[in-house]
């Protein structure tokens, strides 16, 4: 590590004006893991990664001693950046790193005109480098950037730089944060004369922290003092109050055992250790890699969780990175004084307190919230606000238009007026063959049309980009005004469209749960992921509370909910326009991730089988986990229209914040009035923020769907990526177009994945597909929608016509349904471990399972698939499961 010391000190003296930084960034911890074969890291080796290290936040600094803190200065220069999608590769970008913010443009000359392609606070990012490759990754949970210096000096000096820039901009979080507690104590002095702490006798008095600024602490009194004394701000009192205590007892601790306190040697022990392990998952023995090794209960559930630790160093913005995490994980020595023990023991009761406090305070907001959601849901409401916003949109979208084409000279008209941008119209609506764009008629217009697609077709050339994509493979659109505006206007004429009457039928299904979901904030996420890493996500066994009671063979069959749509398709004869209700299809499964981000599926154990008989929909769905290493699961749904089947099968990426999911395998429909085989890809789907409670889903990347009996079109659907500077509104958009087999835009549509999409190219019906309205309390539910909540039902009539490996016997998962998750976590740990029982006996005999419903073959182009080998149904429908010998798998 010295090595790197002198180098940098070399590195520096090259560049005049890049002052001395004494940020310790030569004490990199952790180093990174992937499992993912086709990444382009992994073929550096994964050794060379390095998290790097966090610096002590010091939450004391003051004002004044922030002034005197070193400011780290401006640093900028060429360095090459990792593009996805389109023109992957690496490409020369000038970034400047100033006040803890990296942004960066095309070229010096764009900087300097402001014209800029992203930006990102490196404070809240977490930091690997590798020296070897010189590669600098840095993973802000929304955005992540891949960099590479040309030079070792200049790497030294950009990490040095970066490294100094986020101490920095961390200790000034720290500094707010202790601005808005102390206001806060103030505040509550004043307005909350009665706090229970009061009442109950407390004879504490914090310490005054303190505060740089006194205009925050101002604005955060005064808007403090106007609030009514809720349940809410009691609660953060009195939290207030604990916290300074906590910080006193930590500090006496502090003092009593310095010289005893981890240092940072063990600290990269303890973690070089990890790592040894990582490294060589395959050598060791299954305990601690084989699915046996899972971090256990007591462990992540002791552990702090990521959100209180968020609160302890910056303003609840951010997640902690990984070393800060593992500093405040590794147990100091034990200390054998009485003293230091009481004080250990008040550690944990005051820390208790704090953590009931700010439930309860969570439990407030999160009250309020659902009122809010409830209030929102109330359709008058919603809808004339949309239709607010909706108005307002439009006029800023011409006057934002009118610019743009002004600028770009891209619009098939130079005049401005809102006519001319109702252009698009179909000349030969009958075959739906190319399109052609010519004079305005608002005549026409009797629903939206626009004129978006020259733009929308000349975005993937432009430059103007945000390049930030998360992984190979994953396309990277970069939607320029034109293209949001585009985006905007798909969202209009969706908000108009009313939604499908039949989303409201009654099914004579459950509508709802027999249990809320639990609340799982209290889980050490953080431990688990650390410990896993390089791991499946899907092969790590994880407290039950994280997982919501559905298992991924039914969350595969949710990507069914909107199979209507294949319906239509094959009732609809033109091809081009088929095509269009098929790629509606394959966007609508995505639609529920918008809610879906709090809890994880069960894994569905070797053998496990699941069906979903939906007379109301005409299908029957059948799936099977058909491999466990790697995880595997199989379905195939059939109707009278169609015939649905995909095997999945994805990677893991875990970048430090974000975590990618790859999926590999080929979704596939066949219709059975064309004798259409439609096929294609998914895309990444990215959990950001995986870390914290701020965690959200985003889909981004390319599907193509092919029609492997005809050429005569291709549908390329672009899920973009958000935008650093993108507002929420251009969050999970999707765009796509039908291409004939020139090449030529037959269709577009576009939209968004959770509110639907808009086809301005059809001859009638314009919004495609609009996702169902989602039950009353969803939130209190897992977020389920109604068509996930009837998913594990299991009605008198259909238990004894299920095989017991259906999902719907599966003990476990029933318990949690049921809501009793101490019992779930036993009874997963039971079901967990008779696999492992049953692998061992399988493994001794030398034998393989064999899958019962689906078959493994070769695909046209020699890829591995799983289809359905037509027992399921023949069972089922003859002898029944009671009359053939089954697996016993709980
Ligand atoms: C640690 C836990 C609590 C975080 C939550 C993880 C959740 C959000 C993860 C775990 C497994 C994930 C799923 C795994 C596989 C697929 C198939 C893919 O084609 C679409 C995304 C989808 C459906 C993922 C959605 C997100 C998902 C459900």
Request: hydrophobic share 30%; glycine share 6%; charged share 25%.
């Amino acid at each position: 590590m010295d090595s790197h010391g002198s180098s940098l000190d070399h590195a520096q003296s090259q560049l005049s004006g890049v002052e001395k930084v004494s940020c310790g960034w030569h004490k990199p911890t952790h180093s990174r893991s992937s499992s993912t074969a086709s990444s382009r890291h992994s073929r550096l080796n994964i050794k060379d990664w390095e998290v790097m290290d966090d610096f002590p936040v010091d939450l004391n600094l003051t004002g004044e001693n922030m002034q005197d803190a070193n400011t780290p200065g401006i640093c900028e220069g060429y360095l090459m950046k990792r593009r996805k999608w389109p023109l992957k590769g690496w490409h020369k970008r000038y970034f400047v790193v100033d006040k803890g913010i990296l942004r960066y443009s095309k070229n010096q000359h764009d900087f300097s005109k402001g014209k800029m392609h992203g930006a990102l606070d490196v404070s809240l990012a977490v930091m690997s480098v590798n020296k070897k490759a010189r590669h600098i990754d840095l993973d802000a949970g929304d955005i992540l950037y891949h960099m590479k210096a040309k030079t070792p000096d200049l790497y030294y000096i950009w990490v040095t730089k970066l490294s100094a820039h986020r101490m920095h901009k961390k200790n000034e979080a720290a500094q707010v944060h202790n601005g808005f507690l102390q206001a806060l104590s103030q505040s509550s002095n004043l307005s909350h004369k009665n706090s229970p702490m009061q009442e109950m006798g407390t004879s504490y008095v914090g310490e005054p922290l303190p505060c740089v600024n006194p205009a925050v602490n101002g604005k955060v009194s005064a808007w403090l003092q106007t609030q009514e004394p809720d349940i809410c701000a009691q609660e953060l009192t009195r939290c207030q109050i604990e916290l300074n205590e906590l910080q006193r007892l930590v500090q006496k601790l502090h003092s009593l055992e310095s010289g005893q306190m981890i240092n940072n040697g063990d600290l990269q022990r303890i973690i070089s250790m990890q790592n040894l392990l990582l490294d060589k998952p395959k050598k060791k023995s299954g305990k601690i890699w084989g699915h046996s090794h899972t971090l256990s209960r007591a462990e992540a559930l002791g552990m702090l969780s990521s959100s209180h630790l968020t609160s302890s160093a910056h303003l609840g913005t951010s997640v902690p990175s990984i070393p800060d995490y593992v500093s405040t994980q590794a147990t100091p020595p034990a200390s054998t004084s009485s003293e230091s023990k009481k004080l250990h023991q008040d550690i944990c009761s005051m820390s208790l307190k704090v953590h009931a406090s700010l439930r309860t305070a969570h439990e407030a907001l999160a009250q309020e919230r659902q009122r809010l959601q409830d209030t929102w849901s109330s359709r008058e409401l919603h809808q004339t606000t949309s239709a607010q916003i909706n108005n307002l949109c439009s006029l800023a979208e011409l006057d934002v238009k009118s610019r743009h084409t002004k600028i770009h000279k891209l619009s098939v008209s130079s005049d401005s007026s809102e006519e001319s941008f109702r252009t698009v119209l179909q000349r030969k609506s009958g075959s739906g063959r190319s399109l052609s764009f010519h004079a305005p008629s608002v005549a026409d217009s009797g629903a939206e049309y626009f004129d978006a697609c020259d733009e929308l077709m000349c975005a993937s050339s432009s430059e103007m980009s945000d390049e930030s994509g998360l992984s190979d493979g994953s396309s990277n659109s970069e939607p320029d005004e034109a293209h949001a505006m585009a985006s905007r206007k798909y969202r209009a004429s969706l908000s108009k469209a009313p939604a499908k009457l039949n989303s409201i039928k009654n099914t004579g299904r459950r509508t709802t749960l027999p249990a809320v979901c639990p609340d799982n904030s209290h889980v050490g996420l953080m431990t688990i992921l650390y410990n896993n890493i390089g791991k499946d996500l899907s092969r790590v066994s994880m407290p039950a509370a994280l997982n919501e009671p559905v298992c991924l063979l039914q969350r595969l069959c949710e990507e069914l909910e909107y199979s209507d749509l294949l319906d239509t398709a094959n009732h609809t004869d033109d091809p081009y326009q088929r095509m269009v209700y098929i790629a509606a299809f394959a966007i609508s499964g995505y639609a529920t991730a918008q809610y879906r981000n709090r809890y994880k599926p069960f894994n569905p154990v070797l053998g496990e089988t699941f069906e979903c008989i939906r007379e109301d929909r005409g299908f029957r769905y059948i799936s099977e986990q058909v491999s466990h290493h790697p995880p595997i699961s199989a379905c195939h749904a059939e109707s009278n229209n169609f015939n649905f089947w995909q095997d999945q099968r994805w990677k893991n990426k875990f970048w430090g914040k974000s975590l990618e999911i790859m999926p590999t395998g080929m979704v596939n429909v066949t219709l059975k009035n064309y004798g259409d085989h439609y096929e294609w890809n998914k895309v990444v789907t990215c959990i950001h923020n995986v870390l914290s409670q701020q965690r959200y889903l985003e889909h981004y990347g390319e599907v193509i769907i092919r029609n492997l009996k005809s050429s005569v079109c291709t549908c390329k659907i672009t899920f973009v990526k958000s935008r650093y500077w993108g507002s929420d509104g251009s969050k999970n958009e999707v765009q796509g177009q039908v291409l004939d087999e020139t090449d030529n835009i037959v269709h577009r549509f576009g939209g968004f994945w959770h509110e639907g999409i808009f086809c301005d190219t059809l001859p009638n019906l314009q919004c495609i597909w609009k996702p169902n309205p989602q039950p009353k309390n969803y939130m209190t539910y897992y977020g389920f929608s109604s068509f996930a909540m009837e998913m594990n039902e299991l009605t008198p009539d259909l238990k004894p016509l299920l095989p017991p490996t259906d999902t719907r016997l599966r003990p476990d998962q029933r318990l949690l349904e049921e809501g009793k998750i101490e019992e779930t976590d036993k009874k997963k740990d039971e079901v967990e471990e008779k696999q492992r029982e049953r692998r061992k006996i399988l493994a001794k005999r030398g034998e393989e399972h064999i899958p019962r419903f689906f078959r493994k073959t070769l695909d046209a182009a020699g890829k591995e698939v799983w289809l359905y080998n037509g027992t399921y149904w023949k069972i089922r429908d003859n002898a029944g499961f009671v009359n053939v010998k089954n697996l016993e798998l709980w």
